[in-house]
């Protein structure tokens, strides 16, 4: 089911990106197009629904695999994902040109000229999440929970801990979301564009800030959709998965070319 052929049209075009081509700039596109990015995603899916279940089951399998090991696996699992990523991207890209997905091609990430770039994008990755961790730690937002139902006087302190836990909690997701506007774009322009990480990253950043409405919106359709995939065993998420990795290569369509 997964062949792992390819016309030689797509290994020539993968290696076209050996070099880096001009980024396009980014388009700020109409905020209605965030739920259109998800029935595209399901259109290409669609095609080629057992492969793309598959391949997604792969993906979520390593990824979600190695998240269950403490602290390393959950490293080893962010900075496997933009490679993962980029395979995912360049499987959509050669599926609009009648390609069919394949394992090859998923795997594409892990090979030249793309593999120390994304490489990179995963160690930036894997730092920031060791860096949310550590500070989580640090600061006890752990036990954030606990100081809820404090109250009075007598917990003057207690509650001011809390406020500057709170604090910390805002700007710790503040950061998360900065990460992941920066990594959102990049794996696709490094592998279809030739991008640096750096180059990649801050276009990608720009993008996302240029399109921040379009993207609260998907955020939103995304909530909705992730409790319709959390049906029973949560077997919605076979097919959930595989659409939200495509939005990603949709979106970048959308927005860059």
């Known amino acids: 089911m997964l062949a792992a052929t390819e016309p030689q049209s797509a290994v020539v075009a993968a290696a076209a990106v050996a070099t880096p081509l001009p980024l396009p700039a980014h388009q700020s596109v109409d905020p209605g197009r965030s739920a259109g990015w998800w029935a595209d995603a399901a259109l290409i899916l669609w095609?080629?629904?057992?492969?793309?279940?598959?391949?997604?089951?792969?993906?979520?399998?390593a990824l979600g695999g190695l998240a269950w090991l403490p602290w390393v696996g959950l490293l080893a699992s962010a900075w496997l994902t933009p490679v993962l990523l980029g395979g995912w991207?360049?499987?959509?890209?050669?599926?609009?040109?009648?390609?069919?997905?394949?394992?090859?091609?998923?795997?594409?990430?892990?090979?030249?000229?793309h593999r120390r770039r994304l490489a990179t994008l995963g160690a930036a990755l894997a730092g920031s999440t060791?860096?949310?961790?550590l500070a989580s730690r640090g600061l006890g937002l752990d036990a954030l929970a606990a100081y809820v139902a404090l109250d009075g006087p007598e917990h003057a302190l207690a509650q001011a801990q809390m406020g500057t836990r709170m604090l910390a909690l805002l700007l710790l997701l503040t950061f998360s979301l900065f990460v992941s506007a920066?990594?959102?774009?990049?794996?696709?322009?490094?592998?279809?564009?030739?991008?640096?990480?750096?180059?990649?990253?801050?276009?990608?950043?720009?993008?996302?800030?240029d399109n921040a409405l379009t993207f609260l919106l998907f955020a939103v359709v995304q909530l909705l959709?992730?409790?319709?995939?959390?049906?029973?065993?949560?077997?919605?998420?076979?097919?959930?998965?595989?659409?939200?990795?495509?939005?990603?290569y949709v979106s970048y369509r959308d927005v860059f070319e």
Do not use: E, I, K
């Not at 319709?228 to 939005?247: I, S």
């Open 47 to 61: 095609r080629h629904p057992l492969r793309w279940l598959a391949l997604g089951a792969v993906v979520m399998g």
């Open 89 to 113: 991207v360049r499987l959509a890209h050669d599926a609009q040109a009648g390609t069919a997905p394949g394992l090859r091609g998923l795997f594409a990430g892990f090979s030249a000229p």
């Open 130 to 133: 060791l860096l949310v961790l």
């Open 182 to 209: 920066a990594l959102w774009f990049a794996p696709a322009l490094v592998v279809l564009r030739g991008a640096s990480p750096l180059a990649a990253a801050l276009a990608s950043l720009r993008a996302v800030r």
């Open 225 to 248: 959709l992730a409790a319709a995939g959390a049906l029973p065993y949560h077997v919605g998420w076979l097919v959930m998965a595989p659409v939200m990795l495509l939005t990603t």
